[in-house]
C-alpha cells in the first residue's frame, strides 16, 4: 500500500496561483486529481494528500470539490489566514464541516520575513490546529529551519511536517547549515517530514541519483517512522518524471525491512494525516 503523500492539482482560470506563471512551461497547464493518478498508479500508488498551491481560502474549496469526486484523495491540506482575528472559529468551523481537511499549509517560502511564524499573533490558530488534529504542513526553505525549530518546541501539541525536506541547495551542493538544521529539527518528536521535492532543487536536468545523499540524510535523521514519502507532483515535471522520482527513492529505501519500507511509503502518511489506507 503506496500512499503519495504530497500531490497538487490546479485549473489556471481561477487565478490566485501567483509562483504559476508561462514561464514554467512544463506545468503551466490544467492539473487534475485523474491526471496524477494516471503517472502514479503505475508504481502501486494507491492513495495520496492534496496540497494547495495558492494562499487563499478559495483554494481550500476548490481542492475539497476535487477531493470528494475521488476516493483515491485521502485528505486535504489547505490554506486559511492563519493570522485573521478569527481564525480559531474557523478553523473549528472548517474542521467540523470538511472531514477530508487534514491540514493547513502557509506558504512560508514565499514570506520575505523568516520570522513571520514566529510571531506570537499565530498563536491562536496554531493552538486551535492543535486542537482539531490539523497539520501544519511548512513550506520552507533552509534559513526557515531554527524558526521551525523554535515553533515545534513552542507548541509540542502540534504535528508538523516539513515539505521537501526544507528544500535544500542540492544544485549548489550546499551541505550546510541544512544538514546540522535538519538533524536538530529531528530531535523533536512532534516534527515529521516529506521525502519530496528533492530532485527540483538539484537543477533543471539532474543527473540520476543527484538527491540520493539528502534523501538518505533525511531517513537517517527521521528514521522510517517519521519520513512519508512524496511525488510533488506535478512540480515534480520541472526536473524529472514521476517514475524516476520512484526508483531514485526506491534506491534509497532498499535496505530497509520490509515493515520500515512500508512504513515510508505509506502507513505513515495515514498516520500522521488521520486518514484510513485505501481499500
Known amino acids: 500500500m503506496t500512499v503519495d503523500a504530497h500531490f497538487h492539482c490546479w485549473r489556471l482560470d481561477r487565478g490566485d496561483y501567483g509562483w504559476l506563471t508561462p514561464s514554467l512551461a512544463p506545468i503551466y497547464r490544467d492539473v487534475t486529481v485523474a491526471d496524477w493518478q494516471r503517472e502514479a498508479q503505475p508504481h502501486g500508488v494507491r492513495g495520496g494528500i492534496l496540497v494547495q498551491a495558492a494562499p487563499t481560502e478559495a483554494e481550500t474549496h476548490f481542492l475539497l470539490e476535487q477531493a470528494r469526486g475521488h476516493d483515491a484523495v485521502l485528505g486535504v491540506v489547505g490554506w486559511l489566514d492563519l493570522l485573521a482575528a478569527d481564525a480559531p472559529r474557523r478553523i473549528a468551523a472548517l474542521a467540523a464541516a470538511e472531514p477530508l481537511l487534514r491540514g493547513l499549509r502557509p506558504m512560508l517560502h ?4 523568516a520570522d513571520w511564524v514566529l510571531q506570537s499573533a499565530l498563536a491562536p490558530a496554531l493552538d486551535a490546529m492543535a486542537e ?3 497539520v501544519f504542513d511548512a513550506l520552507l526553505r533552509p534559513q526557515h529551519l531554527p524558526r521551525v525549530r523554535r515553533l515545534a518546541q513552542r ?7 516539513v515539505d521537501h525536506g526544507a528544500k535544500p541547495e542540492i544544485a549548489a551542493g550546499r551541505w550546510q547549515p541544512w544538514a546540522d538544521e535538519i538533524t536538530a529539527l529531528a530531535a523533536l518528536p512532534n516534527v ?7 530532485l527540483t532543487e538539484a537543477g533543471a536536468t539532474p543527473a540520476r541519483g543527484a538527491a540520493r545523499a539528502w534523501s538518505a540524510q533525511l531517513l537517517q535523521v527521521f528514521g522510517s517512522q517519521r519520513l512519508l514519502w512524496g511525488s510533488d507532483w506535478p512540480v515534480l515535471e520541472l526536473a524529472a518524471r514521476y517514475g524516476d522520482w520512484w526508483h531514485d527513492t526506491q534506491a534509497v529505501l532498499e535496505s530497509l525491512a520490509d515493515a520500515d519500507r512500508r512504513a515510508v511509503l505509506g502507513d505513515n502518511a495515514c498516520h500522521v494525516y488521520g486518514v484510513v489506507p485505501p481499500g
Open 110 to 113: 514565499d514570506i520575505a520575513d
Open 132 to 134: 482539531h488534529r490539523l
Open 155 to 161: 507548541h509540542p501539541r502540534l504535528r508538523i511536517v
Open 192 to 198: 515529521a517530514c516529506k521525502l519530496s521535492g528533492l
